[in-house]
Nanobody, 123 residues
Framework: QVQLVESGGGLVQAGDSLRLSCAASGFTFSSYNMGWFRQAPGQEREFVARISWNGGGIYYANFVKGRFTISRDNAKKTVYLQMSSLKPEDTAVYYC????????????????WGQGTQVTVSS
């Protein structure tokens, strides 16, 4: 069955870095665009970054530009989110998701979702 499994979250201090991974199985990973979203307590899920099936088409939310980097390895069926200069406001559950053509910032355009990984940034 389709699975997206995130890992790499944790508790860090402001200014630290983390690398999230999302391992995919059960579908043709290399044919799907991939996105990262996050949801803080009491907040709606928000777009963080996305990458096209071929590694192009990279797009970031304004609040992470210059701090986060999305990448993928189709051979390993994995998408990554390298996060640096973390801030307390980055605290959230981070989700990866896969979508077909046209999937950009709208979570409704993504068809498969992981269960999320918690990132907590202390001040």
């Amino acid at each position: 069955q389709v699975q997206l499994v995130e890992s790499g979250g944790g508790l860090v201090q402001a200014g630290d870095s983390l690398r999230l991974s999302c391992a995919a199985s059960g579908f043709t990973f290399s044919s799907y665009n991939m996105g990262w979203f996050r949801q803080a307590p009491g907040q709606e899920r928000e777009f963080v970054a996305r990458i096209s099936w071929n590694g192009g088409g990279i797009y970031y939310a304004n609040f992470v530009k210059g701090r986060f980097t999305i990448s993928r390895d189709n051979a390993k069926k994995t998408v990554y989110l390298q996060m640096s200069s973390l801030k307390p406001e980055d605290t959230a559950v981070y989700y990866c998701a896969s979508g077909l053509s046209g999937a950009y910032t709208n979570p409704e355009d993504y068809v498969y979702w992981g269960q999320g990984t918690q990132v907590t940034v202390s001040s």
